[in-house]
């Protein structure tokens, strides 16, 4: 027998134990993949279980839409169908029955036509992308010369929304709505924001023009459904800005497009009648044509209060670029007086304008900071670009 050399017995170890590790290696692995199996396992199990409810949900008869018309003694509704006919039907145990309202939708049995569930009352998805989730930011410092407009405001909407119990001391109503009067740029939509914000209420924003449908009926439908909203998400505020190109003034001759809108109109007034003053729904409008409005929108009982909301004045203007100019880098030859002064005419929005166009001329220059010159560069820019319009429309509208 031959003899092993210390050499090949140090190979015979080694390669022993390189194959220890391969098998330790190996089995490492198979238990690594055993757990992937056994997960993978479980996710198809649930993927299963997740397709057969669904298969089983599928089977289901469809259920047919209806409406709630009564509710008798004896537990059973009257409903009105969807195909047409009026049906007297049971109720599932398990719906509460409080929630069977008058005009409630419903959904119902195929076979039976017993009330399965109660579904939501339906919103027009323009209605629903009326509301503004996030709260507005703006806040009365950000509208600059409108005191007394600010003033008249917090009096009809704010005050009404957080301290009810002012005007029940007193035994006056406040106003119902708030109707905004002004050249466009002016601040009314920011008005509207800043009590938002101030009130923590809802607030709800439409334009009048997105009223005007096609067919017969769906804008006084988007209109009840609007209001509809108000109440649910209260207290909240309907902004319903450019209010004349729904609340013209009604003609005799019309035509079939005029008289929608008129039908739209009318349910508008209907709407606004139905208003507590004191209630948690205040109504603001925004227009900058009040000539051609409605004499039934502007009766007392519906927008009661009419603010006016003019061009700012040299101290107003001051203010205002003082509001814009804030956050800016400029440099000590800017004088707000001056910049007022040579912005006569000027809205908010134009103010606005101006500095915004400033700070563009100072970065084309390579500038971090805004010069005078910058300043009048804008003024003459922004101005001369306005001016036409203002001197053929708004000047006649609000002389």
Request: with cysteine; charged share 35%; glycine share 6%.
């Amino acid at each position: 027998m031959e003899e092993i050399t210390k050499e090949e017995m140090e190979r015979m170890i080694a390669r022993l134990e390189n194959e220890k590790a391969e098998l330790i290696e190996q089995s490492i692995r198979m238990e690594n993949k055993n757990r992937y199996l056994e997960s993978e396992l479980m996710r198809l199990q649930k993927e299963i279980k997740r397709l057969k409810r669904e298969l089983e949900r599928l089977k289901e008869p469809p259920l047919i839409i209806g409406t709630i018309r009564e509710k008798l003694p004896d537990g059973r509704v009257l409903i009105k169908s969807s195909t047409g006919p009026d049906f007297i039907v049971e109720v599932a145990e398990y719906i509460d029955p409080a929630s069977l309202k008058i005009d409630a939708r419903a959904a119902l049995n195929k076979q039976s036509l017993a009330i399965m569930s109660i579904l939501p009352p339906p919103l027009d998805p323009i209605v629903i992308g009326a509301e503004i989730i996030e709260k507005p930011d703006i806040t009365y410092e950000d509208i600059g010369g409108l005191k007394d407009q600010i003033r008249e405001m917090k009096e009809a909407v704010e005050y009404p929304l957080l301290n009810p119990e002012l005007y029940k001391k007193v035994g006056i109503d406040p106003p119902k709505g708030v109707l905004l009067v002004g050249p466009p740029g002016t601040g009314k939509t920011l008005m509207a924001k800043a009590v938002a914000r101030q009130t923590k209420a809802t607030f709800i924003r439409f334009v009048g023009s997105e009223l005007v449908q096609k067919y017969i009926g769906e804008g006084a439908r988007l209109v009840r459904e609007l209001f509809a909203l108000a109440r649910e998400k209260s207290p909240s505020i309907v902004f319903i800005d450019e209010l004349d190109s729904i609340g013209a003034r009604r003609m005799d001759v019309a035509t079939s497009g005029d008289r929608e809108v008129q039908r739209t109109l009318m349910q508008l007034l209907a709407e606004l009648d139905g208003f507590d003053p004191i209630g948690d729904v205040k109504i603001v409008g925004a227009t900058n044509r009040p000539d051609i409005l409605d004499e039934a929108l502007l009766r007392p009982g519906r927008f009661d209060r009419i603010i006016e909301i003019p061009l700012p004045d040299y101290d107003a203007r001051v203010e205002i670029f003082r509001i814009h100019t804030k956050n800016m880098s400029i440099s000590e030859d800017v004088t707000l007086d001056e910049l007022a002064r040579s912005s006569e005419g000027a809205s908010g929005a134009e103010i606005k304008a101006i500095c915004t166009e400033a700070g563009m001329f100072a970065i084309r220059e390579g500038r971090d900071f805004v010069i005078m010159e910058d300043f009048e560069r804008a003024t003459e820019k922004v101005m001369g670009a306005h001016q036409p319009m203002k001197d053929e429309h708004l000047g006649v509208m609000f002389a």
